[in-house]
C-alpha cells in the first residue's frame, strides 16, 4: 500500500520560514511526478507546486518568488521550501503524487495534511 508521510507543519510568524517534507513508502517504482496542495477553511484545494521526475516545475502565482520545490526521485521524496510566509499562506497543505502505470493509467496518491498556521 503506498503512503505518503509528511512532515514540517507548524505555527511560524509572518516573514518566517518552513521546510515541508513528503517521503513515499510502500511502492518500488518512481512517480511521473509529486507535489503540493493546500487548501484553508472554507477554501478549495488548489496547487501550490509541482515537480516532474524530470525537473519540470510549476508553480502557483501567489507563491512565485517564495516557495521552492525540489524533488529526490530516487527517494521518492518532495520538498517544499517557504520563505517570507504570509498569513494568507495558513492552509492544511497536502504531499500529491501521480504514478502513470504502462498502460497509461493514472495513480493518484494523497498524504495526511500538515497544518501551517501563519500568525502574529
Known amino acids: 500500500q503506498v503512503q505518503l508521510v509528511e512532515s514540517g507543519g507548524d505555527l511560524v510568524q509572518p516573514g518566517e520560514s518552513l521546510r515541508l517534507s513528503c517521503a513515499a513508502s510502500?511502492?518500488?517504482?518512481?512517480?511521473?511526478?509529486m507535489g503540493w496542495y493546500r487548501q484553508a477553511p472554507g477554501k478549495q484545494r488548489e496547487l501550490v507546486a509541482t515537480?516532474?521526475?524530470?525537473?519540470?516545475?510549476n508553480y502557483a502565482d501567489s507563491v512565485k518568488g517564495r516557495f521552492t520545490i525540489a524533488n529526490d526521485s530516487a527517494k521518492n521524496t518532495v520538498y517544499l521550501q517557504m520563505n517570507n510566509l504570509k498569513p494568507e499562506d495558513t492552509a492544511v497543505y497536502y504531499c500529491h503524487a501521480h504514478r502513470r502505470s504502462a498502460a497509461l493509467v493514472s495513480y493518484y496518491y494523497w498524504g495526511q495534511g500538515t497544518q501551517v498556521t501563519v500568525s502574529s
Open positions: 515537480i516532474t521526475s524530470g525537473g519540470t516545475i
Open positions: 510502500g511502492t518500488m517504482f518512481s512517480f511521473y511526478s
